[in-house]
């Protein structure tokens, strides 16, 4: 069976279906006969840029918060590469906050 990753990302909710989208194309959420599956939670995304960042929203030392939605998508392993590199493209953070992580969406043998 091949081998399925999760990816998690937080994006402003603003652009949270652009970035599903972009995923979708890219691959993510393909399960069985389906396509363009994913998980959504809102919640509220906190940071302060140092300096050196070239923030998209809010100003260098001064905390923020922003409304985010979590995603979560599951992809084929092998598809990494892709996945993330269409995230990055999507996303409009300078640095995306993301994680990938191993999933087992085998189903149960027959006893």
Known sequence: MEEFDCLVVYVPTADADGLRSALAEAGAGRLGNYAACSFSVDGMGRFTPLDGAEPA???????????????????PRRERNVIVRALIAAHPYETPAFMTFPVDISLPSEA
């Open 57 to 75: 929203i809010g100003s260098v030392g001064e905390p923020e918060q922003v409304p985010e939605t979590r995603i979560e998508a599951i992809y």
